[in-house]
């Protein structure tokens, strides 16, 4: 494949991490076609772009656009957001796993999740198992390459409010340079350049990219 016929697709494009994502994949030469999917649109007008409209509790309505090299997944929402959690977890797990699961079945052959520092299927906490369950299950799909990202405290300017997350974020910028990796904050924008560098990553199979891994890979060169 020529190195600049790729197509990306791209879920989770109005969110923090995913509107990164998409800037950085349409100014990315190796990339000539961006597909996003998505509830609402992401506002962008670009050569490469190719945004469907879809209602991901459809599959059957979609299933056949996720079609690409690269599968970029970045959905997610919040428990106040969703209203429960078995909404959060229809959005951040089951939509993200039926996507993946259309993606592979249409010759994906990588996959980048944006997950969380602490995912694990065991975790006690909701969150962390939701993401944990979402790796193994997305795993089980038999990309050739899975990239999981485990980043830290997200930073960077979310269009909704997250009242909780702006305080924790005011605490802990100023402590950056002595916290732990999984604790300090990461701009999202560093995420995003880890998950694209992290898909062309050529080593075969799952690659868990710890989030002292992504403040390295997404370091602005």
């Excluded at 076609?33 to 007008?45: D, E, Y």
């Excluded at 992290?198 to 060169?221: C, E, I, M, Q, W």
Aim: proline share 6%; aromatic share 8%.
């Amino acid at each position: 494949m020529d190195e600049a016929t790729r197509t990306a697709i791209l879920v989770g494009a109005t969110g923090l991490v995913g509107r990164e994502l998409l800037t950085q994949l349409l100014s990315d030469p190796r990339f000539s076609v961006v597909t996003v999917l998505t509830r609402r649109t992401c506002g962008v007008t670009h050569p490469k772009l190719v945004e469907h409209l879809v209602d991901f509790d459809r599959p059957d309505a979609w299933r056949a656009r996720v079609s690409g090299d690269v599968l970029f997944s970045a959905l997610g929402t919040t428990i106040r957001a969703a209203g429960s959690r078995e909404a959060q977890y229809r959005v951040d797990y089951t939509y993200q796993l039926e996507v993946a699961r259309a993606a592979r079945g249409n010759g994906a052959s990588t996959y980048v999740l944006v997950s969380s520092a602490g995912a694990s299927a065991k975790s006690a906490i909701f969150y962390s198992r939701m993401k944990g369950e979402l790796e193994r299950d997305t795993a089980a799909l038999g990309f050739p390459r899975a990239r999981f990202l485990h980043p830290g405290p997200l930073d960077g300017d979310r269009q909704e409010e997250r009242t909780g997350e702006r305080w924790a974020l005011r605490v802990l910028r100023p402590l950056a340079p002595i916290l732990p990796a999984t604790a300090r904050p990461i701009d999202a924008g560093i995420v995003a350049r880890a998950g694209i560098a992290a898909a062309f990553d050529p080593t075969p199979g799952v690659v868990r990219y710890s989030a002292r891994d992504l403040f390295r890979a997404g370091a602005p060169k």
